[in-house]
Structure formats: C-alpha cells, structure tokens
C-alpha cells in the first residue's frame, strides 16, 4: 500500500484545512484508513480512524468535532478536514492504513506540515 498526504500549509487560527490522502496497491475499499499526527517535539497521535464500512472512529479532540474524516473510494482518497484550527494544531499530518490481514496500521504516508499561527 501507497500512501500519499497532501494538503498541508500555513494557516491562520480560526481557519479550516483539508488534508487529502490518496492510496494505492490494494483495493481501497479494504483498508481501514486513520489519520496521526505528531507535533513538535512530542509523540505521535492518533487523530481519527474510518472503517472500511465508514464507520469513524475517534481521536483527539473528539467532543469537540473539529476534525471530520471521510473516504471516496471511487477517488481511493481519504480527507481530514479542519476546522477552528488552533495553533497547538500545527503537527506534521500522517495517513495510515490496515489491511484486514494486519488489523493494525502497517502502512503510512509521508506527511504533510500544518503549521497554524496566532
């Protein structure tokens, strides 16, 4: 599997972003996509996850619903938006995906920056 992250920049607070995956190798519809992301000088975390199904699985941040993931499998893409972005936001963005062989995340793309400023 082939994962390529695009999307990212630089945004002012408040603002909205989205960040678009798009995969090869394996038929899309079987992966279970998520989206990581690792800020500065801290560990990597787990943003939100969808299902093969569509079926979203929360993150960080999820009582607040800023971050809405979605999957086009006819585009073999997977989207983060952002909305209400916050400087403590600014984190490289990874998308990740599992097969149903592995069941876990095996497979991730390069990231992409968001930086947001104050």
């Known amino acids: 599997v082939q994962l390529q992250a695009s999307g990212g920049g630089l945004v002012q607070a408040g603002g909205s972003l989205r960040l678009s995956c798009a995969a090869s190798?394996?038929?899309?519809?079987?992966?279970?996509l998520g989206w990581f992301r690792q800020p500065p000088g801290k560990e990597r975390e787990f943003v939100v996850g969808?299902?093969?199904?569509?079926?979203?699985?929360p993150g960080v941040d999820s009582e607040k619903g800023r971050f809405t993931i979605s999957r086009d499998n006819a585009k073999n893409t997977v989207y983060l938006q952002i909305d209400t972005l916050k400087p403590e936001d600014t984190a490289v963005y990874y998308c990740a995906a599992k097969t149903i062989l592995t069941g876990r995340y095996t497979h991730w793309g390069q990231g992409t920056l968001v930086t947001v400023s104050s």
């Open positions: 969808i299902s093969r199904s569509g079926n979203v699985i």
């Open positions: 190798g394996h038929p899309f519809s079987r992966l279970g």
